[in-house]
Structures are given as C-alpha cells and as structure tokens.
C-alpha cells in the first residue's frame, strides 16, 4: 500500500534532495574523522571539526537520531557502537549522517539513516566490512548509489556480498481525520489510472462503491463491509492522497463561495477543467460564465435548490451535482452546515423528553450527523426543529 | 502542536570547561532511570546480550509526561557549549525527538585575574521535534534577546559572573555535601532558585511562555526583555489554529486604510498596561480609539502618518491586542463565522455582558447574512442601537461573526452564445439587448464590432465596445473596468473608498449591468486569516 503516492506528491518532495553523504568514525589515534564522503569534500574538515561532538557523542547518546542545522547545511546522522576486543579502544564508533540544504525537511530521512546505519553495523559484525581496510572505495560507491536512488526514485537496494537491504524514503503527511458516517469520500486522480490489486482486500471490496455521492454509510451497508473497517479503509485513502473527503450532496444544502474563486476567471487551467468537471455533455460544454455565475450565486441563505430553480442548470448543460464536487475538491465554495441547538434553560416540553432526538441538539452535531446517527430524513428532524420554537436552526 | 517549551537550560563553557548552570523543570532523573532499565516486557525474560543488532536498550523519545528525559546534565552540557565558529548564531540541534534551540552568546569575562578570557552562554530551549519553523524561530528570537541582555548586564556591572559563581557554588556545594550525608537528595536547582535571581527569572520565563505566551522580565531590575509567542498569544480564543507570525505579516500587508482596528480589551486597560517608556504616539492612537474610525480617520484624529498608525496597528495585532475588522457602520453584513463554537463559557460570559439577552438567539439571527441597518428598527430607542453595536461588537472581538463583502467580476458575455443568440434575435425581429434593458445598441453593429475584437487574448479583458450606450453609467463602467476593480479582487466598500463613489451608484450600475458584472458574497481574504476553517 505504501508504494502508492501521488505525482504532485513526489514533486514536492523532490526539494528537500540530500546534498551529501559521509561516512565519519572515531580514529583511535586522530579522534573523530570522516573517512568517506560523496560528494568528496562537500563537508569541509573545518566544518566537520565544529560540530563533530554531535557526530561521534558521549555514549548515552548512541542509537539516538541527531540532527544539527548549520547556517547551510542540515546533518543528520545516527551514532552507532560496536563492542568488541578486538578493535584498538575496545569499540567501534561510526556514523553515517546525510547533509541537507538548512532550510530542508528532513524527518523523513530519519528511518533510512537508521536502517542504512543497521545494515552497515550488520555487515562490520558479518565481516569487518568497514574497519578492515583503509581502502574505502566499495563503501563510496554504496553511498553515491544510495544518494543517487534516494533522490531520483525515493528508493535504493544495496547488496554487499550476502546481504541485502532495501531502503524507502516514505512521506510523512499529518495523520487524517476520523472519518464520519456522514462524509462522501471522492476520487482525486482518474479512477481508470490507478491500479486496483494494489490495494488490500477490504479496499478492494469498498472502491468500486465510492463515486462521490455515497457516505461512508451507505457505502458500508452496499459493500457488505463492517462500518469501521470501511472508516479505515477511507482514512487509508485519503492519507495517500487517493481521495478526499466532501460533504454529501442534497439539494437543501447551501454553499457559500470561498476566496479562491476570483482566481478561477483568470486560471485558463483550473477554468478548462471546471468545464470539463461541470458539463453535462462532453460534446457540448457548459458556458464558462454560466458556471461562474451558478458559483457566485451560492451564498447563505441560497439551498441548491432555490438556485436550480433559478438559474437552471439542466439548460445550461450544466451537471449541479458535479458543479458543486470540483467546487469543493478545489476549495472554490464551502459548505455552510446547519446546527440545531436546544435553547438552555428553556422548558422542556413533553415530547422533547420523549424524543431521543432532543439529546443531539447541542450545536455540536449538523443535520447532516443527525440523520445519519438517527436514521431520520432531513425533512423529518426540520419539521420537530419548526414545531418547537425552542429549537434554533444556526447555519455557519 | 508543540508550541510549549519542554525545558529550558542555561549552560555556560569558560576555561574552566562546560558546565550546565541551571534547567527548568528538573526533576530527580535517577529514579526515572532506575525505573527504565528495570521495565522489561516479561519479568522472565532473559536479556540476550549476544545478540548485538536486536536488542538496544537505547531510548528512542526523551519526551515523557511533557518533561525531558534520558538525557544527562553532563551531556547537554557537552552539546550546547559548541565551538566558538558557532558561536553569534542559530544553534538548532535535535536528539530523537526533542529540538533544541538557542543562541549561544561569546561575552568578555570581566573577570579580574583573567583579563583577556572570554565565556560562553547559551540558554537553550528544548521543544517538541514536531514544532514548526517558525515557532523555533520565534524561540530563537527570545534565547537571542535574552542573550543579549545578559550580555549588557555582564559588561555593565558583572550581573552574569556573579550569578554564575552562585549557581556552581550551588552546585558544588550539593555535590559535596551528597559524598558526605547520605540523606540529602536534594536537587541543587531548587537551592539555585532560591539563591539566584537570574534562575528566578528564566524559571518565569519558562512558566509565562506556558501560560500565557507573554514574557516580561526586568534582568537584575534593570533591563527589561519583553517577547510575545504570538502562536500562543492568538490561541486563547481559538484551539486548532496556529497562528505564525507569517500570517499576521499576510494580514499587515494586505492591510488598507479603509481598515479599521478592533482592541480586544478594554482601551483604559491597555494604555495602564502599557509601558511607561511606550510610543506617546501608541498611547494616541489608543486614546482615539473607536471602532467605527477606520485607520485613515485615526491617523487624522490622532495626528499621525497613515504609515505610522499601520506599523502600531501591526504591533497591537501581533501581541494580540486588536484585531482587523472593516469599521462598523450600517451597510455592513454579517454572517455566524464557520468555526463559532458555541461554549457555555462564552453564553456565561455574553450573559454578564447582556444580561436578559441570549447569545443563542441573538447568533441565530445572523445565520443569514444580517446587515445592521436590516437589524435596526426606525422605532427603536437610542439605547437599543447601542446596546446593538455593543453585541456586534462582542461578538467580533470572539470571532463569533464574519462580515461578507461583495465582489464584482466582469465576465462578457460568451462570443458564441452571443452571436446565436443576435443571429436569433435578427430573426426574431426582437432585440435580446432590449430584454435586458441595455437598448440604443443595434445586434448588426454588435456582430461586426465582436468579429474584429481578437476572440482569443481578450475573452475576459474588458471590452467597451460591448455597450453601445452612451450614458453616465457606461462611461463608469467603462472607467471602473478599465482600472481593474471588476477583476474580483475588490469589494464594493475599497471600489467606494478608492474611487469615491456612493454605495447607490454602484449599486445602480451593478443592477443595469448585472448581466456582465457578476457578484458574490465572501469574507475579506486579510481578515479571514484569522478565522481557523476559511485561512489560506
């Protein structure tokens, strides 16, 4: 699964590249030196002399991740100790640190160096790979491949005699959401594109019911899958990027525009796909501007409805429904969500106690969570919401 | 989020070598190690220690319950006192997943038997790996602030020698004692708190930065450092919003004179607040403070340059003191902000505020965008309208309420569309210009002027020789898009303030030409940064 990411992801993590790699241990005579470096001398030995306390540290710091930000360079390494008798000060003291721009991210290295460094470790134990020789050309030429493949294809596979090891720059993005019964995940890139064996079973078995207009429910009860297992797979998704997450599309909902859309008249690119998005008809293109003014025409107050009745989409060739997704994939409206609230203090009448519906109406939960939670049309609760005038409807 | 301080640590290297001087929160690290090392998963476990690749004791957090840990006075010591070529500039070190961040600082001893020797400090905040940069900038700017105040103090009278031989005696008198007495498991930091000022001082440093985000401290009662977090200054009324200094910057520079300020607290309490060394000109612009001025009026009001009161504007805005609102006046129109939380704090507080007015209700009524002029009745008593302003006033300064403004986007009419719809309207023998109420313009002439106009370059640049009517309103539509106010980046209210026309005029031209000029309704791009769902 993790083998999936994004073009526009890749793109964005092309520039943090590393800069260089060394390879630096303790002499038992000179103290702490570099011995192998790619490109040669992009460290400097001045450079590498301020900062080699934080290189080769005191002994409660090995095996930790280090990083030191210099004015240019960012170092990143992962101090490593071999135990053993047989080396000149009973130890061996290496680290293999990847050098950054300054200003790079380079958390997602952390994992790489440290299991580069394992594998390094495993090779000096197997056969005194490192400390053997002072000829340190194998060890150069592993570093050159691995900067090369680590910077152009985010991964690298290093064999040295038996042993092989296979290193993965993975991107970190934030943790998702949980994902809501009430969301509609939707496809960011081309269905046709990507592959479906990729994934695992229970994805599999969700996907073909997400098409932009199912919620999570729905999808769980049409799939035959069980609820939280399809939350997961969906937050799975939404984490590589495959989908997104939008609000379920009724024609009671109100939109209301966002900034972003003064952008779309003079963004050819984002206009030619809104039309393509938007149209009913391949062959025959909605109107640019009729499209802008169904966008700009969403504002409080306005349900979809009362602005299909207005503008009339279907004549314009234009598909509302698909309107309103790219509008929300690309952050050009937003829902306004409507929140019941109780009114504190008021008095309760009986079939407020009676109802369980009452113990939602905190203004906490939207309609949209009301009736999935209850099972109830949208109708249904708006019409106990207008019976009892002490139940207020806010929309934010 | 990991904007709170994790620690924070003063380290001092001399000729006398490295040593750290005090840290805040300390705590008996012993126990807490003892207890590391005898935590196993299985009590029966054997530990292999042959098996070198596999089993490492080694820590891979030095977090625990938010303090520092794992990590030996000895060893930070070692890795803040760095090599003089670092020294004057950012020291960023991260060990697993704690930062460190500091300014190491080179100061001449004033010592008398060493002339020429000099020392280093370095205070040094240790964060959450997580922060982001410009929180660690932030941290910097302060360690670098409180450096160079030391620095100061030490040339002046020796502030810093002084406090330095306290806290070593301090800390060799703890140690020495332990050697001898077997009951003491005293930590030498709490006698240096007790002994030191400056150890009191970045104690208060540490709690404030926590607390409030705000450090005021007066270095040996003589040189104050004062430092706003603004990440956690502008989180008191918001959770989940990060606000950088960035995005203030965002906000400042978007900034127009027809922008008025909103103080968060009271004016009276401001200005007493205030320093006493503090810009007369601050303590003007606040006593002719009001908010229904924009900048403009109090630059005239307060005697100032317009770019001063916007560098004092900024400055209110970053320590959060105000926030950027439109003036108040009738015509404007709010709507509930999309991320308005509703607390029973905040009903609690309105109530006090209001008493007999229920903030639920009174939220409700702007559910749909509401102006005030809509809100005001013509019956209504003086003190209603006041009473009014206030409410709409409280509920800005909580971000309860948004204003929306209304943009303008000249969009022509579609050049196929039109010229099917001319060619229908010749055989029609009906105008389409006259449904729309644009006459005077004859279809022919339309067609033949469209075919000459390049169709490609100019879809959506303004084209005069769409309308044919020679009007006073032609001629400021004409003008209006010509100066680029119809691209969709102005409001009504900076179209009026830059041109100088009334609201009813626009609103005329917007009515006769609505079929080219389209509006929307939407949030102040400088304003909305504030607000934690609409930013970016």
Not at chain 1, 227 to 235: A, M
Request: proline share 5%; charged share 25%; net charge negative.
């Amino acid at each position: 699964m993790a083998s999936t990411s994004l073009e526009n992801v890749e793109d964005k993590e092309q520039e943090d590249p590393i800069r260089c790699i060394f390879f630096a241990e303790f002499h038992h005579i000179a103290g702490p030196k570099i011995t192998c470096q790619v490109p040669d001398n992009y460290i400097s030995k001045d450079i590498f002399d301020n900062v080699s306390v934080y290189i080769i540290p005191k002994a409660q710091l090995q095996r930790s991740t280090i990083t030191i930000t210099l004015k240019d360079y960012k170092i990143l390494g992962f101090p490593v100790k071999i135990d053993d008798k047989k080396y000149a000060r009973n130890a061996f003291y290496f680290n293999l640190c990847f050098v950054c721009d300054a200003n790079a991210r380079t958390v997602h290295y952390e994992p790489v160096v440290k299991k580069m460094s394992d594998f390094l470790m495993a090779l000096e134990v197997e056969n005194c790979f490192l400390s053997a020789s002072d000829d340190k050309t194998r060890l150069a030429e592993m570093l050159a491949q691995v900067m090369q493949d680590l910077n152009l294809h985010k991964m690298c596979t290093l064999t040295e005699g038996t042993m092989t090891s296979h290193l993965k720059v993975v991107r970190l993005a934030p943790e998702p959401k949980p994902v809501l019964d009430h969301q509609v995940p939707i496809f960011l890139e081309d269905r046709d594109t990507f592959q479906n064996d990729q994934w695992d079973l229970t994805t599999q078995q969700v996907l073909p019911y997400i098409d932009g207009f199912n919620h999570v429910a729905r999808i769980a009860a049409e799939a035959d899958v069980e609820n939280n297992l399809v939350k997961s797979c969906v937050q799975n998704l939404v984490y590589y990027g495959v989908v997104t997450l939008i609000p379920i599309f009724q024609y009671s909902n109100v939109y209301a525009v966002t900034p972003k859309l003064r952008k779309l008249p003079d963004d050819i690119k984002l206009q030619e796909r809104c039309i393509a998005y938007a149209s009913k008809l391949a062959r025959q293109p909605a109107h640019f501007r009729d499209i802008y003014r169904m966008y700009s025409s969403m504002t409080y107050g306005v349900s979809m409805k009362d602005l299909c009745q207005r503008l009339n989409p279907q004549n314009l060739r234009i598909n509302e429904r698909r309107l309103v997704q790219f509008g929300l994939i690309e952050g050009l409206i937003r829902r306004v969500y409507n929140y019941p609230v109780l009114l504190p203090g008021a008095s309760c009448s009986e079939e407020a106690k009676n109802n369980p519906i009452y113990k939602y109406f905190t203004g906490t939960y939207s309609l949209d969570e009301i009736c999935c939670s209850t099972g109830q049309s949208a109708a249904q609760i708006e019409d106990i919401i207008e019976r009892d005038p002490n139940v207020l409807m806010i929309w934010k | 989020m990991g904007i709170h301080p994790l620690s924070i640590i003063l380290v001092k290297s001399d000729s006398k070598g490295d040593r750290l001087l005090f840290r805040y929160p300390h705590m008996t690290n012993h126990v807490r190690d003892l207890n590391q090392y005898t935590k196993r998963k299985n009590p029966y476990s054997l530990t292999n220690t042959e098996d070198l690749l596999q089993s490492l004791p080694f820590p891979t957090s030095n977090i625990s319950n938010g303090n520092l840990t794992g990590l030996t006075d000895e060893v930070l010591s070692t890795l803040f006192a760095v090599k003089p070529e670092l020294c004057e500039q950012k020291f960023e070190l991260k060990v697993n997943d704690v930062r460190f961040v500091g300014h190491p600082t080179l100061v001449l001893s004033r010592g008398l038997k060493e002339v020429n020797s000099s020392m280093l400090f370095n205070i040094v905040f240790a964060l959450q790996a997580q922060a982001s940069h410009s929180i660690v900038k932030c941290y910097y700017d302060l360690s670098k602030r409180l450096g160079i105040a030391l620095r100061h103090e030490e040339k002046r009278c020796g502030f810093l020698t002084d406090e330095i031989k306290i806290m070593v005696s301090t800390h060799d008198e703890i140690a020495g004692r332990s050697e001898g007495e077997s009951d003491c498991d005293e930590s030498p930091y709490e006698l240096i708190l007790q002994r030191s000022s400056l150890a009191r001082g970045l104690k208060s440093v540490f709690s404030n930065l926590s607390s409030s985000g705000i450090v005021n401290i007066i270095i040996n009662k003589w040189i104050q450092v004062r430092f706003c977090l603004p990440q956690k200054v502008h989180q008191s009324h918001k959770k989940g919003l990060l606000i950088d200094p960035e995005i203030i910057d965002r906000c400042l520079n978007s900034l127009r004179p027809y922008h008025g300020i909103l103080l968060l607290t009271e004016p009276l309490d401001l200005l007493e607040s205030l320093q006493i060394d503090c810009s007369p000109a601050l303590k003007r612009l606040i006593q002719m403070y009001n908010p229904l001025k924009s900048l403009q009026t109090l630059a005239a009001d307060s005697d100032l340059t317009l770019a001063q009161v916007f560098q004092l504007a900024g400055h209110l805005v970053y320590w959060a003191k105000a926030t950027i609102i439109y003036p108040l006046c009738e015509s404007n129109v709010y709507v509930v902000s999309p991320d308005a939380i509703l607390t029973n704090q905040l009903l609690d507080s309105f109530s006090e505020h209001f008493p007999g007015v229920c903030l639920l209700q009174v939220i409700n009524d702007f559910s749909l965008p509401t102006s005030i002029s809509q809100k005001l009745n013509p019956l209504s008593q003086p003190q209603q309208q006041t009473q009014l302003v206030k409410i709409i006033i409280w509920l800005l300064k909580n971000h309860l309420l948004l204003q929306l403004h209304t943009y303008v986007r000249y969009i022509p009419t579609d050049i196929q569309d039109q010229e099917t719809r001319d060619t229908n309207a010749m055989e029609g023998s009906e105008s389409i210009w006259s449904l729309n109420e644009t006459p005077k313009g004859t279809p022919t002439e339309i067609k033949e002027e469209l075919s000459l106009t390049d169709k490609e370059d100019t879809l959506y640049d303004y084209q005069s020789e769409d309308y044919d009517i020679p009007s006073n309103d032609r001629k400021l539509l004409d003008k209006l898009c010509r100066l680029g106010y119809f691209d969709g980046d102005y409001h009504l209210e900076e179209i009026m303030y830059l041109e100088n026309i009334r609201r009813s005029q626009l609103l005329q031209l917007l009515d006769k030409f609505r079929d080219v000029l389209m509006t929307s309704e939407c949030e102040d791009a400088a304003i909305a940064l504030f607000y934690s769902r609409l930013g970016t």
